[in-house]
């Protein structure tokens, strides 16, 4: 959380169209939130334990939005802290809540 609050912090004052709130970052959001389910369940159905599968996923759900934004970067000139910063708040909120089950 307190990676979340400096990241907002460093990178409050951006320009151009790239907003900190706004369609695109809900989506960034709730996409990183769903791949992190699906991977820890994936994960977790191939009989990984759950401390593992947690690791895995969001190590995966990580590498997809660096992936994204690298994308971005050489397909559009733009690589979006703040999308990022959005993914990892999509990664944190479902790896919170899956860390409470099993």
């Known amino acids: 959380m ?3 609050v400096l990241a907002f ?3 409050a004052g951006g320009h151009g169209a790239d907003k900190w709130f706004g369609s695109d970052k809900l989506k960034h959001f709730f996409l990183s939130a769903f791949i992190e389910s699906v991977s820890y369940s994936a994960l977790r159905a191939a009989n ?3 401390g593992p599968a ?3 996923a969001s190590t995966i759900t ?3 939005g660096v992936g994204k934004e690298l994308y ?3 397909s559009y000139g733009l690589f979006s802290v703040k999308d990022l910063t959005w993914d990892v708040a999509g990664n944190a909120a479902a790896a919170t809540v899956l860390a409470n089950t099993r």
């Open 2 to 4: 307190r990676t979340l």
């Open 9 to 11: 912090g460093l990178h």
């Open 48 to 50: 990984v334990r759950h």
């Open 54 to 56: 947690l690791v895995a």
């Open 62 to 64: 990580l590498g997809a």
């Open 72 to 74: 971005d970067r050489r």
